[in-house]
């Protein structure tokens, strides 16, 4: 199975600061990796997929790059509705695996 | 609009077997891969397993193998989790999550709001 490790577990920043989060794969996943975002009591919800697509309706502040093991999600300037978990998970093969998550706290 | 509901949850003693569903709308359900997702409390996002769009590939996490079933009914919209000699760490939000049309990998673009099993004596 590929492991997925990301970095760091726990963040805390401000609001209008620029955050980035990495994620690492185990083995090659090429650009199979997205990227989600969950709120207490809530279902995770995409934000990027194939690694640095944008999906639809998610605002523009938030971006993903990288390619084989190492990705990364930056979010330019960090709004109020920002501080939440965010998982990075490949979908390269099964099974799929999850990053073990991201807090991103207010300072 | 486009949604998945889950269904089933509920509290069952070590052992036991329950039976969850997802239900979809808003979307043409019998073209898509589901998924299910699950979430121990306090605890990250583990992949449980997946079915095509016609039922004839799925796999699933280790951690489930031989114990938890998954199938579904396109004429009824619904996919169904049977999970069968329940443990403890089974215990979890169980969501279901839509995968694209074609088989092989693709991300999970929509999902339920969950359904919640405890597995406790």
């Known amino acids: 199975d590929i492991q997925m490790t990301q970095s760091p577990s726990t963040l805390s920043a401000s609001v209008q600061d620029r955050v980035t989060i990495t994620c690492r794969a185990s083995?090659?996943?090429?650009?199979?990796l997205a990227w989600y975002q969950q709120k207490p009591g809530k279902a995770p919800k995409v934000l990027i997929y194939k690694a640095s697509s944008l999906e639809s309706g998610v605002p523009s502040r938030f971006s993903g790059s990288g390619s084989g093991t190492d990705f990364t999600l930056t979010i330019s300037s960090l709004q109020p509705d920002d501080f939440a978990t965010y998982y990075c998970q490949q979908y390269n093969n099964y099974p799929f695996t999850f990053g073990q998550g991201t807090k991103l706290e207010l300072k | 609009q486009v949604q998945l509901v889950e269904s089933g949850g509920g509290v069952v003693q070590p052992g036991e077997s329950l039976r969850l569903s997802c239900a979809g709308a808003?979307?043409?359900?019998?073209?898509?891969?589901i998924h299910w997702v699950r979430q121990a409390p306090g605890k990250g996002l583990e992949w449980v397993a997946v079915?095509?769009?016609?039922?004839?590939?799925?796999f699933y996490a280790d951690s489930v193998k031989g114990r938890l079933t998954v199938s579904r009914d396109n004429s009824k919209n619904t996919v169904s989790l049977q999970m069968s000699w329940l443990r403890p760490e089974d215990t979890a939000v169980y969501y279901c999550a839509r995968g694209p049309i074609t088989w092989g990998t693709g991300y999970m673009d929509v999902w339920g709001k969950g359904t919640p099993v405890i597995v406790s004596s």
């Open positions: 079915i095509s769009h016609d039922s004839r590939n799925h």
């Open positions: 808003g979307f043409t359900f019998q073209r898509h891969i």
């Open positions: 083995q090659d996943i090429q650009d199979w």
